[in-house]
């Protein structure tokens, strides 16, 4: 009876805590839903400051609705999985702005009224295997019949999923977009091959100019205009190769009344040596500029060398036959923020969460000594650095021979700066006067009042404010192929960085405009992590080999020296054809010995070819192994030890008695 009624208290307990943890997960679930821990080191799954900015300054109410076809994501677990994710987000920003964020979640069935809703909404409809169509995607309006949308969410884009939201918020909270000046000889907004591509119907803009056209209010500007327009914020110029003194003068003008200034100039320009030779952009030339307006504000650019970095070097396909498959391109960049050294202000809000930047051919800034400007770098090389002719660069495309030929100037180069302080003017004497041509031409007097110019401002000799200025020494930088893929997804164009040139140029306008609110979000979800140890065996294992290959080729190339010249001299004795040849026992054995000790380099070079990656992947084996098998043994071996502990405590027994 006694065994009975125990074991029915044991039921009843069993059956009161399963009830319990019913009502407790269904109490957590309705109470607790946006409650969480976030355990990520960036804070990845935590809203931003930048979003909890953008949300509280909501004048007016945002509406989003979520398009969202539950039932048939529930056959594909990660789609399930994100669009669980997507969900949760979308209700912790309507809690954030309750009364300014309406939130809807719509889920269209097939042939309803909710799936033409999500067709006008602009949803891309994703066919299944089943025949069913799957909708996934975000849309969003305001009132004054603003519209954005997220056609689907690709799990491509899932690390930058709490930036495409608030940037789409962000978008619809404003009632007209800054106004961003632009200067640029590479015809940013056609893409490559420049405007006879786009007339011959290829046209594609480069994906940093649709990415600023979406965030700004662009207006070009000539490159020979004598004046900038006073309500743009900031004047971002490309590659100024053929500016008119004139226009320079207008940018003097500009800084000096308080305008901001974002440039980019370049000692090799691999865009315009890229473009298709038969538009304009062929005649640009490949460096560029700013003189004489870089000694008005304190920096020196020399337009004919250009940074090479061997520990930042992009490894590039080499296709040399006979060498490495790949090899260190020590002109091209990857910089990074990597524990050891920062290529980046992390000080900056324009550089403080960039992960990556991939530059090509880059030039060097410096300052001049007892300037009036201060100047703050926001990108540099590493100390294991040079700086190579780029003359040299242009004609030889062998990353190898850049490699074996670099010579380390152990000096940090700044690639980018910030220039703030007071500035005088590049033109003292004033206005830069118009070609004579152009003075001779027509007589303003005969114009009409109502096409007669308006005179220039007056004069600034000085600025009236501490300028706001941002150099960077490479136009590469704007290139599709150093920094994102682009996918086709139904339709629609899937953009996935690779790096964050795009969010380096946009936080820069913005930071010049005065908002900072995007920035804290830009590069948030993208997780550098580099194998500092591993790459550091890789260089070094390739150097060697770089090293074997060198010696190898000199002896070949002695060896054929001393072969050629015993042939000669062997002709010469017997004094017959130059195939006939008369080789002493001596000449004969070093021709042996030489042959012997080019088979033994070949040999050399071979083991050390093949021994390439050994020390690399014995590393790269502890690493799977310490994160694959011995973390969850440790912790399993842990829980082993608190259950024992727990059990002899229970016992009343010491740790280890009998």
Known sequence: MFIANRSSNAAVSILLALVLFVCVTIISDYFFRSLRIDLTENGRFTLSQGTINTLKALDEPVTLRFVYSEQVATRFPQIRTYGDRVLDLLLEYADRAPGKLNFEI????????????????????????????????????????????????????????????????????????PKLGIIDSLSLQFGPGGPMAAMQGQLQPYVVYEQLSGNFDIEHVDMSTDRISEDIGVLMIVHPTDLSPQTLYAVDQFVLRGGRILAFIDPLSEMAQQSSPMGPQALVPTSSSLDPLLEAWGVTFDASRVVGDRRRALRVRTGQPGGLPYSDYVVWLGLQNDGEIEDFDSADPITANISLLQLGSAGALMPIEQASTTF??????????????????????????????????????????????????????????????????????????????????????????????????????????????????????????????????????????GSNDLISLRGRGRDNRPLTAIDRLRRAAEAQYIVEQQRLEGQLAETEQRLAALQIQGGEIAGEGPTS??????????????????????????????????????????????????MPVGVALTAVGLTVLRRQRRAGKPIGGQ
């Open 376 to 513: 703050t770098p926001l990108i540099q090389s590493t100390e294991d650095s040079m700086l190579f002719d780029s003359e040299e660069v242009a004609s030889n495309f062998d990353p190898e021979e850049l490699l074996r030929s670099f010579v380390s100037f152990n000096e940090r180069y700044t690639i980018a700066a910030r220039i703030s302080g007071a500035v005088e003017t590049a033109y003292p004497d004033g206005p830069v006067p118009p070609p004579e041509d152009e003075e001779e031409g027509v007589d303003l007097d005969d114009l009409p009042i109502d096409q007669e110019e308006d005179p220039l401002p007056d004069h600034i000799a000085q600025s009236i404010e501490s300028v706001n200025i941002i150099l960077v020494a490479d136009t590469d930088i704007l290139d599709d192929r150093f920094w994102v893929s682009v996918q086709d997804f139904f339709g629609q164009r899937i953009i996935v960085p690779n790096a964050d040139n795009a969010d380096f140029v946009i936080n820069a306008i913005e930071n010049l405009m």
């Open 581 to 630: 040849f008369v080789l002493t026992p001596e000449e004969e054995a070093e021709i042996e010995r030489f042959r012997r000790q080019l088979l033994s380099t070949r040999r050399e070079l071979r083991a050390v070819q093949r021994n390439l990656r050994a020390d690399i992947e014995v590393l790269e084996n502890w690493v799977r192994f310490i994160n694959i098998l011995l």
């Open 106 to 177: 719509i889920n269209p069935e097939p042939f309803s009224e909710e799936e033409d809703q999500a067709v006008a909404l602009g949803i891309t409809a994703v066919p299944t295997d089943t025949g069913d169509s799957l909708y996934f995607g975000l849309a969003g309006t305001n009132s004054v019949d603003g519209r954005e949308v997220i056609a689907y969410f690709t799990q491509e884009r899932e690390p930058l999923l709490e930036y495409d939201i608030t940037e789409m918020i962000y978008k619809l909270s404003r009632s007209k977009l």
